[in-house]
């Protein structure tokens, strides 16, 4: 099971833009394939942290499927055994971003 305790956007001065503690369940595909569960564990509009099931190979190009917003094309900058970093191929918009924000907390406040 994985979990996740809510902390505002934060910017550790090496990222281009804040990132956010979340969990979001999500999926990951490779060419819309191959779809096995993961979780969303820290998000920007730039990339994620993603907790697997299976190891990811760094410079691997997946699909994620994140709720509400669909496919994103990714690819991983760092894995380390069941956790990864990815990198959007293209950056999220700010609505997607907030989106996907809004669903954590509603998630939270549901559990």
Not at 61 to 86: E, K, N, R, Y
Request: with cysteine; proline share 4%.
């Amino acid at each position: 099971m994985f979990a996740a305790e809510f902390e505002p956007a934060q910017t550790d001065g090496r990222r281009r833009t804040p990132r956010a503690p979340v969990s979001l369940d999500a999926r990951i595909g490779r060419g819309g394939l191959d779809r096995t569960l993961c979780r969303v564990v820290d998000l920007s509009v730039y990339g994620a942290k993603l907790e697997t099931y299976s190891a990811l190979r760094v410079g691997s190009m997946i699909w994620l499927t994140l709720p509400h917003i669909g496919q994103v094309a990714a690819s991983i900058v760092w894995s380390d055994d069941f956790a990864a970093g990815c990198q959007f191929q293209t950056a999220l918009d700010s609505d997607a971003f907030e989106a996907l924000l809004e669903l954590d907390q509603t998630t939270r406040r549901a559990s």
